[in-house]
C-alpha cells in the first residue's frame, strides 16, 4: 500500500503541462490584438508538450485564429508593397543597386520536385545578406517566387527561381 501511495505521489509531480505557460502567453498576445506574436507562442506550447490539456488548447487556438492571421499577414503585405517605389524602373534599379549586398546560394542544378510541385520555377535557391524586403526585391527581380509563404521566418529567405 505504501509503495502505491509513494508511486501516486511521484507520477503526479510529473503531470505537469510544459505547454501551460506559451499557451498562457498565445492568450494574451491574441488578447493584446498581437496575433503574429500569438501565434509564435500556441507554436512554441505545441511544441513544449502537443498532448497535454494546454498543447491541445493551443493547436485548436492557432487553427481558430488562422483566418484573421492570414488577413493580418496579407494586410501587412500590401502596406509594405504600398511603402515601396511604384515605379518599376525605381524598383529595378533599386534591386541593381543590392545584387552586390543580396547573395545567392542555388539549392542545386537540378529543379526542384517542391517547386515544380507548385506550379512556381523549377529552381530552388535563397536570398540572403540584406533585410528581407531586399533580399525579396532581388529575389522578384530575378523573377523568383516565395516557395513558402512569408512568416518572418528563416523561410523568407526560400524562393523558386528560374534558372
Request: hydrophobic share 35%; glycine share 8%.
Amino acid at each position: 500500500m505504501g509503495a502505491l501511495v509513494l508511486a501516486s505521489v511521484l507520477g503526479a509531480g510529473g503531470c505537469k503541462d510544459e505547454a501551460d505557460p506559451e499557451y498562457t502567453r498565445c492568450l494574451a498576445m491574441e488578447q493584446k490584438g498581437e496575433l503574429v506574436l500569438a501565434a509564435r507562442a500556441c507554436e512554441a506550447a505545441i511544441r513544449a508538450d502537443p498532448h497535454s490539456k494546454s498543447g491541445v488548447a493551443a493547436a485548436a487556438k492557432l487553427k481558430g485564429m488562422q483566418p484573421a492571421l492570414d488577413a493580418q499577414r496579407a494586410a501587412d503585405r500590401r502596406a509594405y508593397e504600398d511603402s515601396q517605389p511604384s515605379d518599376d524602373g525605381a524598383r529595378a534599379a533599386k534591386a541593381a543597386s543590392l545584387k552586390s549586398k543580396v547573395r545567392v546560394k542555388s539549392w542545386g542544378a537540378e529543379p526542384d520536385a517542391e517547386c515544380s510541385g507548385m506550379g512556381l520555377p523549377p529552381f530552388r535557391k535563397s536570398y540572403e545578406g540584406g533585410t528581407f524586403e531586399e533580399d525579396e526585391l532581388v529575389a522578384e527581380a530575378d523573377g523568383c517566387a516565395h516557395l513558402f509563404q512569408r512568416r518572418n521566418n528563416m523561410n523568407d529567405s526560400v524562393f523558386c527561381c528560374p534558372r
